[in-house]
């Protein structure tokens, strides 16, 4: 069931790799919410009831919920809906993507062999999912799906900490949730006031901006 779980969670970053809806990617971020939620509650194997509480509340109220809405509100009020002419195709995209969870399996099995306590599943997964949100950032052109890079970024370091100490203590999650929050919000508001001036969200329109 757990395996069936992260499977689903590795099968959002290749749909993220192959579609140019922008909405697309902001329902991929809350699936993979949702399914970090189900991780903390049925893999987590703790017996620190706030810890877990609030590892709850970070992943199903602010991952699955609060981020997509408010992303989902800047994408509609700049009107911002395809990845226009990425600067690699959908198909070599799938392709490099595809690539990249094959050695992240590579390489979590041979690391499997060498260190204990390492997931070789979750491991393969977490690695793979934090070099394609790296990979989404540098071969898009919008601001919007580097935000978005960003979270599913984000997203795979928390699912490899799982998989590699399978504790997080309370004052580091509560300190990554703090930051993620400040910067969807500080980039949400970067992204209207750019739209407001220039009518465009390309990362080419940065090179014109000035104090």
């Not at 959908?90 to 690539?99: D, F, G, K, R, Y």
């Not at 300190?175 to 080419?204: E, M, P, R």
Request: proline share 2%.
């Amino acid at each position: 069931m757990i395996q069936f779980i992260i499977i689903l969670f590795g099968l959002t970053m290749l749909y993220v790799s192959v579609t140019t809806r922008i909405e697309s990617y902001v329902k991929a971020i809350a699936a993979q919410g949702v399914i970090l939620f189900l991780l903390v509650l049925f893999d987590y194997g703790t017996t620190n009831l706030p810890n877990l509480i609030f590892l709850s509340f970070e992943t199903l109220v602010v991952k699955a919920i609060a981020i997509p809405i408010f992303l989902m509100y800047v994408i509609r009020k700049n009107g911002i809906y395809r990845e226009i002419d990425p600067y690699v195709t959908n198909h070599s995209s799938l392709a490099i993507t595809t690539a990249i969870f094959a050695a992240g399996f590579y390489i979590a099995y041979w690391s499997a062999g060498t260190v204990s306590n390492i997931r070789p599943f979750y491991f393969g997964i977490s690695i793979s999912t934090i070099v394609t949100g790296l990979f989404i950032i540098i071969s898009r052109k919008k601001i919007i799906t580097h935000v978005m890079g960003y979270m599913m970024l984000e997203n795979g370091i928390f699912l490899l900490a799982l998989s590699i100490a399978r504790e997080m203590p309370f004052i580091v999650a509560m300190g990554v949730l703090l930051d993620i929050f400040i910067a969807v919000y500080l980039l949400g508001l970067f992204i209207n006031k750019v739209q407001d001036s220039y009518s465009d969200t390309h990362i080419n329109t940065l090179a014109k901006l000035k104090d």
